[in-house]
Each structure stands twice: as C-alpha cells, then as structure tokens.
C-alpha cells in the first residue's frame, strides 16, 4: 500500500548555503574593522550609561541596493562624522532586510539583483564585504535584525541593531536580541503603543534558551546571558507622531513604572514624519529644541538619508534606477542631511556636556 504523502507539502526545494563560519573565512575581520566595530559599540554604551553625553545618531539610507551608492555614502558620511565627533556619533544604517506587509523586494541579502532570483548566497557575500568595507573606513553600522539566522552571517559587523515595529512583539526576535553582541533599540507597535516595547525591554535583558544555528550552521539550543543595552524607539504610530515633549515625557513615565531603561531614540522618519522624508529636519530641530529645554531622556536618533532626496520604484529594466535615490522609504538628500547635522551639532555642542545622568 503506498504511503500518502504528509511532509513537506508546500516545499518546493532547498538549497543548502555557506556557513557563517565559512563565510567569515572568505571575509575576515581585519583589525581595523575589529577595531572600528569595539569602539563603535562601546560608544553607544557609554552614551547609554551616561558616561559619554553625546548623542548618537543611526542615519542612512532606508536599505541598501547599490553598493556603489553605498560606498559613496559612506565617505561622506565618515567626513561628516570626523567633523561633529565631538557632539554626534554617527552610524552608518546599513539595512539589507525589508519586513514587507505583503509581498515586495525584501532586500539585498534575499535578493541582491532585484529581479526576483533570490540569490541569498550572492546577498550574504555581498552584504558582508560592504560592512567590511565600511567598518575598515572607520565607520560603524547599523541594521535591522529582521532574519533570526542572518546575525550569525553578520552581527561581528554590526555596532547597533534594530528590532522593528512589526516584530518587535515577536518572541522570536526578542529571544535573539537577547543573545545580539550590540546594542539593541525596541521601536514601539505601528498603532503608536509602547507596551509591546516595554515587554521586549522586560524579556530581552533575561537569559533566554531557543533553537538558532551555530557557526557551521547546525541547528543547535542556543542559550543567552541577556542583553544590558535595549532600549526604545519612537517612531510614531497610528497615523500619529510621538516625538514631541508631551509624548516623550509619557514615554519616560511608562518605562520608569516598568523600571526598564528611560533612554529614548526617536526615529524621524515614519510616522513621526507622515512619511514625509522632507519632514524629518523638522523632527531633528524639535529634538534639538527639547534638549536645550532641558529634556534628559533622548539619546539618540535615526534618520532616513541617501545621496538624493525621495524614493522611487523598482522599474522593470533596474538600468533606469536613478542613482543615490531610495527603492523604499523616502529620503532626505545629502546636502540637507549635512545642514541638519551641522546645525544640530553647533547648537549642542555647549549643552550636552551639562546634561545630567
């Protein structure tokens, strides 16, 4: 009698990739990339203790689709980091995946080409040589960790991560950002709610036991310590922005009754701009504003930046991209994001050194 058929269903193949141990042999750290990505981190914890009272600032474009527009970026953004190192840290965002509501490009490392081949050990090679590149240039990174697998490939990279709106409620994602080398930012729910936030902070600090792989990609039990250094995101919510000192002293309230870390990053981009890119110097100059009032609770802030204002579609012939513009999520353009980095550098260069612990 044959056997009916109960497993793997709905598979239609698999295909097994490189290792993150072999991968990390083809891109070795340097030790000036080791280097680059140790003091990134330890800034961003300084800052988060209160030891260093500079603001850190995660700018960049909303994903990564052209190394070539990504290298460029980079060495102007470390030139611009050289400048204000005195009262900003910049760090470079560097997004490779895209949480898609239905369907749509899910970046670089799924699909590098764009044209829905989904070459991921392509993407894996190609993203982990451009954080090389950059990490080498002295410039630290940031990303999305969006894949739990994808760290193993590239978290030795990686100064801050973000766990995103749409996972951060996701016990999946909070496991795994318990077991994250770097710091970790909780965005609140897409409804604007800032619980799901405080829950992940809650969890995320304990030791956590779940299934991941290992180095040579067997499934192994992967036990964490927990991680010291989450903490939230604002960035909007149901329609509605959360950035502005009424929103972030309810913030400070809720996380201070949690007893979880009061510091607050504000993302300018999302809601907190009605998805408006062009809005987003608006939201630097009202943080500003805050802070020189006396706000103590913001330490940090992620822009949406690329080469060239806005966004664009994926066109059917990719040789019609217009160079340095978004595939996702509107940007500013360069020479706004110097503007509104220099201004924001001159007007808290004497006022931050004051705040208090």
């Known amino acids: 009698m044959a056997q009916t058929q109960v497993d793997d269903l709905n598979i239609e193949s698999q295909t097994l990739l490189t290792t993150p141990r072999e991968l990390k042999a083809k891109l070795p750290l340097s030790d000036s990339a080791r280097e680059t990505v140790a003091a990134g981190r330890q800034a961003v914890r300084d800052i988060l203790d209160r030891k260093d009272p500079r ?21 102007r953004l470390k030139k611009l980091a050289d400048e204000v190192q005195d009262t900003l840290l910049l760090v470079q965002r560097v997004y490779f995946e895209k949480p898609r509501t239905t369907v749509g490009w899910k970046g670089l490392i799924n699909d590098p080409y764009m044209n829905d081949t989904f070459k991921i050990e392509d993407g894996l090679h190609i993203a982990r040589k451009l954080l090389l590149d950059m990490a080498e240039m002295g410039l630290p990174t940031a990303t999305e960790a969006l894949d739990p697998i994808t760290p193993q490939y590239m978290q030795d990279l990686i100064t801050w991560s973000a766990i995103g709106a749409r996972t951060t409620e996701s016990q999946t994602h909070r496991e795994m950002s318990s077991g994250l080398s770097s710091p970790v930012g909780f965005k609140n729910g897409t409804d604007g709610g800032l619980d799901v936030a405080i829950n992940a902070m809650l969890s995320v600090r304990h030791p956590h036991r779940f299934l ?14 927990g991680n010291p250094y989450a903490h939230v995101v604002l960035r909007g919510g149901g329609g509605k ?36 890119p062009a809005l987003q110097t608006l939201v630097m100059e009202n943080i500003t504003n805050q802070i020189l009032e006396g706000n103590q609770s913001i330490v940090g802030l992620m822009v949406e930046s690329n080469l060239k204002h806005g966004n664009q579609s994926i066109p059917a012939d990719l040789s019609q991209l217009e160079y340095g513009v978004s595939v996702t999520d509107g940007c500013i353009g360069w020479d706004d994001t110097e503007n509104a980095i220099r201004h924001m550098a001159a007007k808290l260069r004497d006022v931050l050194p004051g705040r208090k612990a």
């Open 212 to 225: 991941g792989i290992d180095s040579d990609g067997k499934v192994a039990v992967t036990v964490t310590r």
């Open 241 to 276: 922005p959360n950035y502005d000192s009424v929103s972030v002293a309810l913030a400070e309230k809720a996380l201070g009754k949690a007893n979880v870390s009061t510091n607050i990053m504000v993302d300018c981009s999302h809601a907190n701009s009605n998805k408006d």
């Open 55 to 75: 603001l850190f600032i995660v700018i960049g474009p909303c994903s990564i689709h052209d190394v070539d527009a990504a290298h460029d970026y980079a060495a």
